[in-house]
């Protein structure tokens, strides 16, 4: 079990690697493969492989590009230590099973949409269509190798419900604070994620989760003074962040809650 885990890790690294070009790339409207070789986006000098290997180069370089010394972000190793350790976390939670190659690509996309709403305020169908593709695939595989067809409507009811209670949130929320309260982006997203996880208990419990750490995480910023009570806050990050806590340990948090609920 350590062994997979370890062996998943530097996978994790590489595939952060790649999600970085992705979170880079696909917001100003780049290629993800061509140039195939990282550029720096300073002096646009071609990055040579011993200087893009994840977490060590930036730690060899101490963050500077090699040719014209500017500043990488921290993001870089951030994103890859982050998938190496879902990646490692994925393999110890559900070892070699049907969940494990889901949520190693639910989790990277997740991973990858986080990071662009963070700095950009957009959710790219790029990324989350393809997601929801590669989700139909494994629930219908999943339907056709168990020869029950339940399995593929649940997930479809997943994304559907999903899409659609984030789709009224915000037209909820827009009549009451007057402004954009969720993005279609956002909407796509929860239907990708509902595609991967089934509508009972994940997509409701990714909606509740969503919006404790929304709120808990905006007052902290605004206590923080870096953000207005007003102030715009990228809501992907909740939806994967409560996706990944769901994905981990939905069912035991939804028999705790009904518990506590007095069901
Ligand atoms: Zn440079």
């Known amino acids: 079990m350590v062994i997979g885990a370890l062996l998943l890790f530097p996978i994790g690294l590489a595939v952060g690697s790649f999600l970085n070009v992705c979170i880079y790339r696909i917001p ?7 140039p195939s070789r990282s550029f720096c986006p300073s002096c646009g000098s071609t990055i040579s492989w011993y200087d893009n290997i994840p977490l060590l180069s930036y730690l060899i370089l101490r963050g500077r590009c ?78 056709i190798k168990s020869g029950d067809v339940s399995v593929l409507i649940e997930r479809l009811l997943g994304g559907a419900v999903g899409a659609g209670a984030i789709f009224a949130v915000g037209v909820i929320g827009s009549l009451i604070f007057k402004k954009e309260a969720m993005g279609l982006g956002d909407v796509e997203l929860m239907g990708m994620i509902g595609l991967y996880l089934g509508l009972y208990p994940h997509v409701i419990l990714v909606i509740l989760l969503s919006a404790v750490l929304g709120s808990l995480v905006g007052l902290a910023l605004i206590a923080a003074g870096r953000k207005g009570p007003k102030s715009q806050i990228p809501y992907g990050p909740f939806l994967a962040g409560g996706a990944l806590i769901s994905a981990f340990y939905g069912r035991e948090i939804w028999g705790a809650y009904l518990r506590v609920m007095g069901f």
């Open 28 to 34: 100003i409207g780049l290629s993800i493969v061509k």
């Open 66 to 143: 090699r040719h014209c010394g500017a500043r990488i972000s921290p993001r870089y190793p951030a994103v890859e230590l982050i998938t190496g350790l879902l990646f490692s976390l994925l393999y110890l939670r559900f070892g070699l099973s049907v969940e494990l190659p889901e949520y190693i690509v639910m989790g990277s996309i997740l991973i990858a949409v986080s990071a662009i709403d963070i700095r950009h305020y957009i959710i790219p169908l790029k990324l989350t269509g393809p997601g929801m593709g590669i989700g139909l695939a494994f629930a219908a595989g999943l339907a």
